[in-house]
C-alpha cells in the first residue's frame, strides 16, 4: 500500500547528497523524532541503568522513558501498605537529569500484582483498594510523569461477554465500571497529565485482531460517551516477523476512527518477534525492519500519532525463548533496534527514516 509517508521517503532519497544523508542518519531516535513533532522513548530497568555502556545510549537515543518492571504493583506494593518506589525514583531521576519526559506504567492489569491482591480485592468492602491506589500513584509522581497507563489489556473479546471485557478479579469484584472509577481518581489527582488506555491486539490482521479492533472502538466510544477522562489509546505494537502482519489497510481504518473521536495515539511497546525465522541474522533483521517499517507506516501517517516506544532499546538484555534448547540452537532474540552490542540494526533505521518522512528528510 503506497502512503503519503512512504511516497515522501522515497522521493527524500533521491534528493539527499551522501554527505547530507549521512549527517542525517547520525542523528539519534529522539532528535529524529522531534523534527517531526513526535517523541521516541523505550522501556528500560533500573538495573540497565548500572551498565557504564548502555546508560549514555540509552540518554542520547530517547527521549521519553517507561519503567519496564518498577511501576507495577508487584514492585510498588508487594506486602498491603508497604511501598517500595525505589526503581521508580531511579529512573525518574535518571529522565530528569537528561531532558526526558517520562510515561507510567501501569495502575490497573489483571497481570503483574503482587500474591495477596487478589483475595483483598474479591473481599474490599468498597473501592479504595482500587481507587486509593490509583490516587496516591498519580499523586506521587503529579508533575514528574507526563504520561500514565492507567488500565492495561481490560478488551478480551475470547471471554465471551457481550461488552468484550477481560473476565479478570477485576471485573468479578467492582463490574465493568472498575475502568471509570479509575480513570476518575487519576484525573482529580492530576489534572493534567496525559491518562492512557493501553492494549494490545489491535495491530494484526487475522480475524481475532478484527474482533479486536471492533471490541476497542466500541470500549472507547462507550467511555467518552459517559465523560470518562481518556486521553489516548495505546497501541502496544508487538509485532512477529515470521508469523502473522500487520494489515495495513485495516490499521489505517481503525486508526482514523479513534483519531476521529479525538484521541491521541500512542505506540508504546513496539518490538518485533523474530522467532521462526531463518538462522542467517541478516536475514532475521531484515525482516524485523520490514514488519516495523509496514507499521509505521500507517501509524505516523495518521496526524493523532504523537510518541513512539519501543519495548527497550537493546537486545542486549533479552533472553532466549525456550532455555537451553534455544541457546544450543544458537538463537538469541533480535527484536529491538539496537543489538546486544548497542550497535544500530535495519530495526533502527526504518524507525528513523519512518520518523523522518513526516518532513521529507530520509
Excluded at 74 to 100: C, N, Q
Excluded at 126 to 144: C, P
Aim: proline share 5%.
Amino acid at each position: 500500500m503506497l502512503t503519503r509517508r512512504s511516497l515522501l521517503s522515497g522521493a527524500a532519497a533521491g534528493v539527499l547528497t551522501p554527505k547530507t544523508k549521512a549527517a542525517v542518519e547520525d542523528l539519534p531516535l529522539r532528535q529524529r523524532a522531534a523534527k517531526s513533532g513526535r517523541s521516541y522513548g523505550c522501556a528500560a530497568g533500573s538495573y540497565q541503568l548500572r551498565d557504564a555502556d548502555f546508560a549514555p545510549v540509552l540518554a542520547r537515543e530517547a527521549g521519553v522513558l517507561v519503567p519496564e518492571y518498577e511501576l507495577k504493583r508487584l514492585i510498588v506494593e508487594p506486602t498491603p501498605g508497604h511501598f517500595d518506589f525505589s526503581g521508580a525514583d531511579v529512573l525518574i531521576a535518571f529522565a530528569a537529569a537528561h531532558g526526558m519526559t517520562m510515561r507510567g506504567h501501569t495502575l490497573v492489569w489483571y497481570a503483574a500484582n503482587p500474591d495477596w491482591l487478589e483475595a483483598a480485592v474479591l473481599a474490599a468492602p468498597d473501592e479504595d483498594i482500587l481507587t486509593g491506589y490509583v490516587t496516591g500513584m498519580v499523586q506521587r509522581y503529579r508533575g514528574r510523569i507526563q504520561s500514565w497507563d492507567i488500565v492495561n489489556e481490560a478488551i478480551q473479546p475470547d471471554d465471551g461477554r457481550p461488552d468484550g471485557l477481560r473476565d479478570c478479579f477485576w471485573l468479578k469484584r467492582y463490574g465493568p465500571s472498575y475502568i471509570d472509577h479509575a480513570y476518575f481518581a487519576a484525573r482529580q489527582a492530576d489534572l493534567t497529565a496525559q491518562l492512557v488506555y493501553n492494549d494490545w491486539g489491535c495491530e494484526g490482521g487475522e480475524a481475532w485482531n478484527d474482533r479486536f479492533r471492533a471490541t476497542t472502538l466500541k470500549f472507547l466510544e462507550g467511555a467518552l460517551a459517559r465523560k470518562v477522562p481518556i486521553d489516548a489509546l495505546g497501541l502496544q505494537g508487538h509485532l512477529a516477523a515470521f508469523h502473522g502482519s500487520v494489515n495495513q489497510r485495516k490499521l489505517r481504518a481503525f486508526l482514523d476512527e479513534v483519531r476521529a473521536m479525538g484521541l491521541k495515539i500512542l505506540v508504546t511497546e513496539h518490538d518485533v518477534d523474530d522467532s521462526g525465522g531463518p538462522s542467517d541474522i541478516a536475514v532475521r533483521d531484515r525482516a524485523v525492519a520490514d514488519a516495523s517499517a509496514r507499521f509505521f507506516d500507517v501509524v505516523l501517517d495518521n496526524t493523532a500519532a504523537t510518541d513512539v516506544l519501543t519495548w527497550g532499546l537493546t537486545d542486549r538484555y533479552l533472553k532466549a525463548p525456550g532455555g537451553l534448547r534455544s541457546m544450543l540452537s544458537g538463537y538469541t532474540p533480535r527484536k529491538l533496534p539496537l543489538d546486544a552490542n548497542l550497535k544500530r540494526k535495519p530495526m533502527w533505521y526504518a524507525m528513523s527514516q519512518a520518523l523522518a518522512a513526516e518532513h521529507g528528510i530520509r
